[in-house]
């Protein structure tokens, strides 16, 4: 059940940033085989004076940083396959790939309360986070 953010530093119609979340999920659910259903994406659009970029950016306004919490355990090649399949799911946005930063926190089950408050460790998540 990662969790998801993605920032961008331009205003995008409601059809595209919802498009935007299900290009970042669609990724996940791919890279990191996780149920369909298990859906936890934001999406915060910065002021461009409040969201700093590269200077090197051809087009600084379609930068995009995607921060991704998730379950410690995913294997190097299954995040590959994520920021593939990331930059990939954003062409359609016009956004370049070299405009997409992302970043992956993997955290141990233990820090995770979720399902009323039960530890993730504790529980039968129904998938393998070992991808």
Known sequence: ???A????????SET???????AV????????????????VRLVVHAPHRFACSPR?????YFTLISID???GRSIVAKRTL??????NLKPFGIPPDHVTILVRDLPTTNWGIRAGQAASDLDLGFNVNV
């Open 57 to 61: 950016l051809t087009q600084p306004e």
């Open 25 to 40: 999920h669609q990724a996940l659910v791919t890279a990191f085989r996780i149920p369909p259903q298990d859906k936890d």
């Open 1 to 3: 059940m990662p969790s």
């Open 83 to 88: 920021y593939t399949e990331l930059v990939t």
């Open 70 to 72: 998730c379950f410690a």
């Open 16 to 22: 595209d940033e919802r498009g935007l979340i299900d």
């Open 5 to 12: 953010l993605i920032e961008v530093r331009r205003e995008y």
